[in-house]
Nanobody
Framework: QVQLVESGGGLVQPGGSLRLSCAASGTIFRINDMGWYRQAPGKERELVASITRGGITNYANSVKGRSTISRDNAKSTVYLQMNSLKPEDTAVYYC????????????????WGQGTQVTVSS
C-alpha cells in the first residue's frame, strides 16, 4: 500500500505565496508521474501541475508563470511553489502519484493524498 501525505496549506493573503509538499511512503518500486490537482466548492477537480520522473512539467494555464512544480525522487516527494496567489486559487489541493509497487509485476496504480486546504483571502 502507498500513502501520500500533503502539507503546507493554509490561509494566505492575495499576492502571497505558499509551498505545498507531498511525501509518498509504503511499498514503492518506482514513482512515475506526480502532480497536484485542486477542487473548489461546487467545481470539478482540475489539474494544477504535473511532473514526470525525468522532470518534464506541465501547468494549467490559470497558474502558469505563478507556480513551480518540482520533485525529489530520492525522497519520493513532490512540491508546488505558488506565488502571486489569487482568491480564485482557493481550493482543496490534492497530491497524485502513479506508483509501481513491485518490479515483479510492474503494475502502475494511481494514488491520491487526503488533500490540504488553501485559502486566499484578505
Amino acid at each position: 500500500q502507498v500513502q501520500l501525505v500533503e502539507s503546507g496549506g493554509g490561509l494566505v493573503q492575495p499576492g502571497g505565496s505558499l509551498r505545498l509538499s507531498c511525501a509518498a511512503s509504503g511499498t514503492i518500486f518506482r514513482i512515475n508521474d506526480m502532480g497536484w490537482y485542486r477542487q473548489a466548492p461546487g467545481k470539478e477537480r482540475e489539474l494544477v501541475a504535473s511532473i514526470t520522473r525525468g522532470g518534464i512539467t506541465n501547468y494549467a494555464n490559470s497558474v502558469k508563470g505563478r507556480s513551480t512544480i518540482s520533485r525529489d525522487n530520492a525522497k519520493s516527494t513532490v512540491y508546488l511553489q505558488m506565488n502571486s496567489l489569487k482568491p480564485e486559487d482557493t481550493a482543496v489541493y490534492y497530491c497524485n502519484a502513479r506508483v509501481i509497487a513491485s518490479a515483479d509485476t510492474m503494475i502502475t496504480r494511481n494514488y491520491w493524498g487526503q488533500g490540504t486546504q488553501v485559502t486566499v483571502s484578505s
